[in-house]
């Protein structure tokens, strides 16, 4: 039986992310885990709009020491006392520096939310998680939040798809 002693969870810090958290518990129980949560402050529009490239470092620092205290939020509230949390925060693309920190750190798990975007919203923005899931040489764990799973029940995009097929 595969041991998950280190388990990843990944954050984008917003109220949909922190549904993974509500998997974890059973997890650290389980198999005494180590929590190494992750959060990456994509660095990518910073390149996009060259004008900001004077004051990008100062931003970063600033946006690190936010995500920072947002985090120690989250475990509090969401991580069971007693787990032992390594908190991480990188600057890059997130799936790229995730599964990066999963391959070193030889994470067991990687457990993370998926934001269930579609259509053209997933087009424009992307799905870290599907990212991570097709890349990751880690077995990953996807939750969909509570919120989303109600949206594709009987009204919701896989009735949708349903009736489109037929």
Do not use: C, W
């Amino acid at each position: 039986m595969k041991q998950f002693r280190k388990i990843l969870v990944a954050t984008d810090l917003s109220d949909l992310s922190a549904a993974a958290f509500d998997y974890l518990h059973p997890f650290t129980k389980l198999y005494d885990a180590e929590v190494y949560l992750i959060h990456v402050i994509d660095v990518m529009p910073l390149y996009i709009i060259p004008q900001i490239d004077i004051a990008s470092e100062t931003m970063l620092r600033d946006t690190q020491t936010k995500v920072e205290e947002k985090i120690d939020e989250i475990v509090a509230e969401k991580v069971k006392p007693g787990t032992k949390v390594h908190v991480i925060v990188k600057r890059g693309v997130p799936h790229v520096e995730i599964i990066r920190f999963a391959r070193e750190e030889r994470i067991d798990l990687i457990l993370l939310a998926t934001h269930g975007r579609t259509g053209l919203a997933h087009m424009l923005i992307g799905s870290v998680a599907e990212k991570i899931v097709r890349l990751s040489t880690v077995p990953v764990l996807t939750v969909k939040p509570e919120s989303m799973r109600r949206l594709t029940g009987e009204h919701g995009e896989l009735h949708r798809e349903h009736h489109q097929m037929n």
